[in-house]
């Protein structure tokens, strides 16, 4: 099992930033090919916001592009996501996810921190 703990969410006004930090176990960050930045909304399905590969490839969902950005240090065995110019849709609990290699899906994930955006 991989071990990640998120840090860093809380309640910011739009238009603020706010980095949220994943920090993973030592043991195992190199066995890991994906790590990705999910986000719940209330009432709404898990959706995916960012995902970097162990090489650096990125990928962002559309409504988040240019805003968000997510980088791995692997000195640290961190996954932050720096967000920008925050919205009220921004909101929700985040998660931090890795996909282990030969892992079809994201096996395994933290126990979310919660953005809150204030109008």
């Known amino acids: 099992q991989v071990r990640l703990v998120e840090s860093g969410g809380g309640l910011v006004q739009a238009g603020r930033s706010l980095t949220l930090s994943c920090a993973v176990a030592?043991?195992?960050?190199?066995?890991?090919?994906?790590f990705g930045w999910f986000r719940q909304a209330p009432g709404k399905s898990r959706e995916s916001v960012a995902t970097?590969?162990?090489?650096?490839?990125?990928t962002y969902t559309d409504t988040v592009v240019g805003q968000f950005s997510i980088s791995q240090d692997n000195a640290k065995n961190t996954v932050s996501l720096q967000m920008n110019s925050l919205r009220p849709d921004d909101a929700g609990v985040y998660y931090c996810?890795?996909?282990?290699?030969?892992?079809?899906?994201?096996?395994?994930w933290g126990q979310g921190t919660q953005v809150t955006v204030s109008s």
């Open positions: 996810a890795a996909r282990r290699w030969g892992r079809s899906a994201y096996d395994n």
């Open positions: 030592e043991d195992i960050f190199q066995g890991v090919g994906w």
């Open positions: 970097i590969s162990q090489i650096g490839r990125t």
